[in-house]
């Protein structure tokens, strides 16, 4: 018993930093390992004890990166309250899908999501000008400095992110990987987020819709067995978060990106063989 929970605080710190590091929670990583290492285990317990990680990864991520100075609150908590509708209605759904179509579809999600961080790009716009600017309607600007003195400025597309983070709550929820992976790549792609600034603000946003998701699933019971695995977990991912946090200013994103990529096409095959075939 010692050794199986030493061996899931050693799971958490792993994705507490990897999720931190790339403003994705972690989710992404938890959730096909927990399927693998549970396949009879019901698909709404897998999904709640992968977003109560990372809502407390992401909690603990959002403190290190307030700090930091890098997080867009304004339109963190507009990207929060438009994707809550969708990730309650998702935590829902997920507890009526059988787990061999949640292992197929995961495991496309998965491939797709690969393909999304080999291929995204950030958008090269023009730094934002200082001071008040007329922008079409829909675009504001942003100004932020971080605790190292480095100014921000840039201009969103505001009404596409509200559009897009409520969309991505259902879907995260449903699949119990927090979201932040689709919304990273999402921030700096579609919406003119500079990287790190799309990092710490993903888990900010992460840190409010994983919470309602988590409560949604304690409420409905989803966790009445699995908590001790849970908190071992969490307990390691807080931990976890604080050194990805830490560790975003020295790692170069790109070769971070491509490891993943592969990480998830390994997994991906896995879950579909799982999926299909029962093996």
Do not use: K
């Amino acid at each position: 018993m010692v050794l199986e929970i030493a061996g899931f605080i050693a799971l958490g710190l792993a994705i507490g930093t990897i999720g931190t590091l790339i403003g994705a929670g972690g989710g992404f990583i938890l959730l096909p390992v927990l399927a693998l290492l549970n396949p009879l285990e019901p698909t709404g317990t897998l999904t709640a004890t992968s977003l109560a990680v990372v809502a407390a990864n992401a909690t603990s991520g959002t403190i290190a990166y307030r700090r930091q100075g890098r997080i867009d609150v304004r339109s963190g908590i507009w990207f929060a309250l438009a994707a809550l509708p969708g990730s309650i209605a998702g935590v829902l759904l997920a507890r009526t899908i059988p787990r061999g179509p949640f292992d197929i579809a995961f495991a496309l999600v998965l491939l797709a999501l690969a393909l999304v961080v080999v291929r995204v790009r950030p958008i090269m716009q023009p730094a934002a000008p200082v001071g008040h600017v007329a922008h079409p309607w829909g675009r504001v600007s942003r100004e932020l400095t971080d605790s190292e003195g480095q100014i921000h400025r840039y201009t969103v597309e505001f009404p596409l992110g509200v559009a897009t983070s409520f969309v991505i709550g259902f879907a995260s929820s449903l699949l119990g990987i927090g979201g932040g992976f689709i919304h990273v790549p999402a921030l700096i792609a579609l919406l003119g987020f500079p990287v790190h600034i799309a990092t710490a603000t993903s888990h900010f946003v992460l840190a409010i819709t994983t919470s309602i998701g988590t409560v949604t699933h304690i409420l409905a019971g989803d966790l009445n067995t699995t908590w001790p695995r849970t908190v071992a977990i969490a307990a390691g991912a807080i931990c976890g978060a604080r050194i990805g946090a830490s560790l975003s200013r020295r790692v170069r994103g790109v070769l971070i990106m491509r490891l993943l990529a592969l990480a998830l096409v390994i997994v991906a095959l896995r879950l579909a063989a799982q999926g299909l075939l029962g093996v």
